[in-house]
C-alpha cells in the first residue's frame, strides 16, 4: 500500500526570474485573498498565480482499508472508493452496482460511497450539487495528462485533466481553470460568474467566469479593487485585446502545451 497522502493547502512560490516583481495587492478592499507572486507574463511582469497540485502538502487525514487506485484489498463485487468519516477521508470497499461510466453525471454519496461510478473512480460535486464521476488519485504519477487535486466541496483527491481554456471540453460541472503552470478541469464556485473588469481573488481565479484570469488591478485597466478578472487569450493567435490591453502570458515556466496562454492587461 502506497503512503496516502495528507491534503493540499495552496503553495505559491515567488520568483522575479530577473524581472520585476510586482507589489503585493492588499486585501481589504472585499478582492479577496492578498495576490501573491506567480506567473512570469514574458513582457516584464510577474502575474500572481494559485498552485493547487497535490505536490504541495497538507495537514487533515485519510484512512486505508484498501487502495482507490489498483483496487487491491476487496473482494468480488466490492470496489474501493472514497468516503468521508467525521471529516477524514476514509477508502473503503464497498458493493455498488456501478453502471456509469468516467465523466458520466452522477449523485454524490459520501456517507457509503455507493454512487454508482466505475471502480477507480467516486461521484464529485461542485458547490451547486451537480456531480461527474472522476479517477481516484494519491499523487500526480496515478494520473494521465492530470494533475492530483482536491476536490473544492469534499477534498477528496482526484484526476484533473489538463485543458485548453480555447477549445478542449472539461466534463461537466468542471472547467478549465488555471492551475500553477497549467490549466486543468476542476471545480468552480457558484459565484464564479464575473466579467471581464470584475473584483476576484487571486486564490483559484475565484469570481471570475470560466474564460478569465483574476490578474492585480493595476494591469487591468478601470480596475477599481485590488484584483480584477481579464479575459484569457491565445499567444499564438491575432491579439484580440482592445487597447491600452494586450495579449501576454501569465505561466510562470508553463508545463508543456500551455505556453501560448495568455490574458489581456498592461504590462508594468
Known sequence: MRPWL???PTL???SSLGCQQLPEEPDDDGAGPGATQGADTGGGTLIPGDDTSADAETGGGSMSNCDPVTQIGCAA???CTATLSAGAILYTCV?????LDVNAPCQ???DDGVD???PTTVCLEDEAGQGVCVSLCEVDGDCTQA???PARESDIPYC???CSPFGSLCPAPLQCRRNGNRFSCAFIGTADIGGPGAACSIAEDAGCAPGLACLPGALVPDCATGNCCAPLCDLSEADPCGLPSTCNGILQGPAPGFEEIGACFVPS
Open 95 to 99: 458493493a455498488d452496482p456501478a453502471g
Open 160 to 162: 484533473a485533466d489538463d
Open 12 to 14: 505559491v512560490l515567488a
Open 6 to 8: 495528507a491534503l493540499f
Open 77 to 79: 463485487g466490492e470496489k
Open 116 to 118: 454508482g461510478c466505475p
Open 108 to 110: 454524490a454519496s459520501h
Open 147 to 149: 494533475e492530483c487535486l
